[in-house]
């Protein structure tokens, strides 16, 4: 049986598992190791609260990276393996797999909450620990480029380096990863149980991480993607990008596409309301678009926050010049969430215009996205224009792309098509 503890889980997403699958997925974790993680969350419990508040008093200043004291297991747990991108100073280590580059004394957890000093070795507390599974169509991601009309094994770890103030899954990116319910899924049996269910149902062909930060478990994502990538499957990552060139490049090379959040075109923005960099995430758009992985784009437009149409015409420029007009670019649609319910959602006319001004700054593929039943789902022909994929939700009703192709003009069409 899986272990379930009265805790947030994300459910609620997508589609459930096929029958049988949940069994692959539940086995025992033994009553001792059950007492001893219990006895470690509830230890850290009162030092997470205090972290927590600290953070929200000082969500003013400038960009605060949240070392969590003493915090770490004085073991390595269960789920956990040594991280790679860290550097030893003494007993002190040094993150080096995302921009905050945590410095973290003996026993101190770092900003992401996933990755702790345990006597003197960088470990990832998130590895073989998802929270959350679900089956979503691809489109959900949203990927538009990327096997249309196929689904997706989805899961997320608790955990992020990010502190967005709207992140619609704050109950389990704002949060350490075994305060949440967590499946023993190591990166084997992850690969093994979506290679069982692709075998049940035929249009699930990739495995993708969501939902909360991969680059918190970043470890996981790289064996997962390696060990399914052998059984036929592809992998795809959704992330906010904030991740350093070494570690990305990484990922890069054994997985089949990326997709971005561009959260603004503003530093101030950036800082304030996701507690990160634009300089950091420009510079992974850029290396993921050299890569060999796909790259697909999106921002969502938050009501007065980045909604500034030079700043989106900003953006869509800095896209145009710097990945190429091919790449499909998504605005999404904001809704009331977390730290940002006082605000409405986004107006759909601010939608259409930033995708008018995008389409203006010469981006072929620019999309709507969280409006069902918007034609600015469809993907059209750059050419000449024709409907190539139609769209409702996360539905596609038609596709006619051949062999990457427009049908009736021949224009290559970017993506990763069969
Ligand atoms: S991945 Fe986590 S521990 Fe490492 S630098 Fe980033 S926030 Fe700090």
Not at 38 to 66: E, M, P
Request: glycine share 8%.
């Amino acid at each position: 049986m899986a272990r379930k503890r009265s805790k947030k889980s994300g459910e609620g997403k997508g589609e459930p598992l096929p029958k049988g699958i949940r069994a692959i997925l539940r086995k025992d974790i033994s009553r001792r190791e059950f007492i001893k993680k219990s006895i470690v969350g509830a230890g850290t419990l009162a030092l997470g609260v205090y972290s927590i508040d600290h953070y929200i008093l000082n969500r003013g200043r400038d960009l605060f990276s949240g070392i969590f004291n003493r915090d770490a297991p004085s073991t390595p747990p269960l789920f956990s393996r040594e991280a790679e991108f860290y550097v030893k100073k003494g007993n002190m280590v040094q993150c080096k797999l995302c921009p905050f580059e945590c410095i973290l004394g003996e026993g101190d957890r770092g900003h992401c909450r996933t990755r702790a000093n345990i006597n003197g070795k960088l470990y990832t507390l998130a590895y073989g620990n998802p929270c959350t599974i679900h089956i979503d169509p691809i489109e959900k991601k949203p990927l538009f480029h990327f096997l249309p009309k196929t689904k997706a094994f989805s899961l997320a770890v608790g955990g992020c380096n990010l502190r967005c103030m709207y992140c619609q899954n704050w109950e389990i990116s704002q949060v350490k990863p075994e305060s949440v319910e967590e499946y023993e899924l190591p990166p084997e049996r992850l690969a093994e149980a979506a290679s069982q269910t692709h075998q049940k149902d035929n249009s699930i062909k990739t495995i993708a991480y969501t939902y909360s930060e991969p680059v918190a478990f970043y470890e996981y994502v790289l064996d997962s993607a390696r060990a399914s990538s052998n059984r036929g499957l592809k992998n795809v990552i959704i992330t906010s990008g904030y991740i350093n060139k070494k570690p990305l490049l990484k990922w890069a090379g054994v997985v089949d596409a990326i997709k971005i959040d561009l959260k603004g075109f503003n530093e101030k923005f950036y800082r304030k309301i996701n507690g990160a960099e634009l300089e950091g995430v420009l510079r992974s758009i850029k290396t993921v678009a050299k890569s060999r992985a796909f790259l697909e784009v999106v921002n969502l437009v938050v009501p007065t926050l980045n909604d500034n149409y030079d700043e989106l015409r900003q953006m869509a420029s800095w896209l145009r010049h710097n990945i190429g007009k091919d790449t499909p670019l998504h605005f999404s649609r904001f809704y009331p969430n977390y730290r940002l319910r006082n605000l409405p959602p986004t107006p759909i006319n601010t939608l259409r215009k930033a995708r008018e001004i995008a389409l203006d700054e010469g981006l072929h593929y620019v999309y709507i996205g969280n409006v069902p039943h918007d034609t600015y789902e469809n993907t059209y022909c750059p050419k000449c224009k024709a409907l190539l994929i139609e769209r409702i939700g996360y539905f596609v009703k038609k596709n006619v792309i051949k062999n990457g192709r427009c049908p009736y003009c021949g224009t290559k069409i970017n993506g990763v098509w069969s």
